[in-house]
């Protein structure tokens, strides 16, 4: 599967709070928070979920992964999600080291796979 996933019974709005928190205890600081329904709304258009995807990024990493494959470029920044479906609010990410598999680079495999973990305990934790 290419993305990890988590359900909450917490509201949209406080799963974006409580996630950006954990983020930044691993040093990933959100670059934007996009809130699809006020900008599809904006744009004159009827779009009544509550949806929010933020872009990541860990300054750091997005240095070491950049300096042993440029190619990781097309991957930056990390995607969290975070929106209601059926009344559940799910929090979710596309996986690093399924993106990354794709450079069939062991070594950039191993940072992915690092990431993926720190990101994916920082999901769980804000639930």
């Known amino acids: 599967m290419f993305h990890y996933t988590v359900e909450t019974s917490k509201s949209v709005q406080v799963a974006v709070q409580d996630v950006?928190?954990?983020?930044?205890?691993?040093?990933?600081?959100?670059?934007?928070?996009?809130?699809?329904?006020?900008?599809l709304q904006q744009k004159g258009y009827e779009f009544t979920d509550s949806y929010r995807i933020l872009e990541v990024c860990n300054p750091g990493e997005a240095k070491r992964v950049l300096e042993q494959q440029p190619l990781v470029s097309y991957f930056l920044p990390c995607k969290v999600v975070v929106y209601e479906e059926d009344g559940v609010t799910k929090i979710g990410m596309p996986k690093p080291t399924a993106l990354f598999n794709l450079l069939e680079d062991e070594a950039i495999q191993a940072i992915g796979r690092d990431i993926e973990e720190r990101m994916t305990s920082c999901l769980n934790k804000a639930c």
């Not at 950006?20 to 900008?39: M, R």
């Open 20 to 39: 950006q928190e954990e983020l930044q205890k691993e040093k990933f600081g959100v670059l934007w928070d996009f809130d699809v329904q006020d900008t």
